[in-house]
């Protein structure tokens, strides 16, 4: 029971985060516009990953999505942690190495209102 507990909380943190990143991303907040932007990410491309991360963590709250939602997150992430190394820019890369983490701490607990099988 305490692990479901704990998961279920982790899991509220990771879809809140989610939510709020998609959300700065999709409308095109300057701090995300100036970091994308030395990717070379447009405006709509920004919209689109914006989107993308708000549709995964929506679907990290269902059983039958859970998987797909934290892959989808988790490969966002890495893309950012990619681009942070490609630049050498250590300090930004670490700070993303937790929300990588907290995506496969998740997957490992399962989805609390998985059944048994």
Same mark, same amino acid.
């Given at each position: 029971?305490?692990?479901? #507990?704990i998961? $279920?909380? /982790? +899991? @509220?943190?990771a ?5 709020k990143?998609g ?6 907040k300057?701090?995300?516009m100036?970091?994308f932007?030395?990717w ?6 920004l919209?689109v990953n914006?989107?993308?991360? #708000?549709?995964? $963590?929506l /679907? +990290? @709250?269902f059983?039958?999505?859970f998987i797909?939602?934290n892959f989808l ?11 942070h190394?490609?630049?050498?820019d250590l ?22 209102l998985k059944?048994?099988?």
């Open positions: 029971m305490f692990p479901k #507990i998961n $279920s909380i /982790l +899991i @509220l943190v879809v809140f985060m989610g939510f990143q959300y700065a991303m999709f409308s095109g300057p701090e995300m100036e970091m932007g030395k070379g990410f447009t405006k709509t491309g919209t914006g989107l993308i991360t #708000i549709v995964a $963590s /679907l +990290i @709250l059983p039958k999505t797909w939602g997150m988790s490969a966002g992430i890495l893309l950012i942690i990619c681009f190394l490609l630049d050498k300090k930004e890369m670490a700070i993303e190495i937790p929300f990588l983490l907290l995506n496969l701490i998740i997957i490992y607990l399962q989805h609390p059944s048994a099988v």
